[in-house]
């Protein structure tokens, strides 16, 4: 049994149609001023014209995205511990970082884009579970992101990784986050720490 397709599949996550392969960033370039739309897709006509409908098949694919990103990442987290026959401790403390990573990234995303959503922390298997996860304010989900980020650089393994998760990439991703908080004097120090 290996706990290596797992993890692949976390990172895998980030390439689906509706995260950052396509329409997570796509959107987020229309409805600011970095372009514009000249298609025939109305979902990214009503980006364009920040006029987004509450039908908007688009927007609903980028929210299914990364919660299906988060949810990879939590169902690593809750496997992992019966891992030990197989996997060493390094390793199992490796993909426990990038896991949190990724549900920090997700998260973050997520929060940057609704405001308000749900933290999600353990893996949803059906679709009861989901039913049973609520809505928390921003201070809530930045308070889990900053949490998971460092959880995560005590515990990775790897400073610098340009395919995977790493301490680099945990400072930097925090850093972002304080900057979203308006934390300007953390920014600078999280910054700094890159």
Known sequence: VSAAAPVAGMYQAL?????????FTV???LSGDNTRHSGTFITY???????LLADNGTVAGVWGAIYAGINRANSVLARLPGTTEYLDAPTRSQYAGEALFLRALGHHNAT???GAVPVVLTPINVPADAGQVTTADTATVYRQILADLDSAEKIIGSARRTRQASVGAIRALRTRVLLYRRDYAGTVTAAQSV
Not at 45 to 51: I, K, L
Request: charged share 25%.
């Open 27 to 29: 959107l987020g370039d």
């Open 15 to 23: 390439q689906l149609g509706g995260y950052y392969s396509a329409d």
């Open 45 to 51: 006509r009503q980006a364009d014209q920040n006029n």
């Open 112 to 114: 940057k884009l609704w």
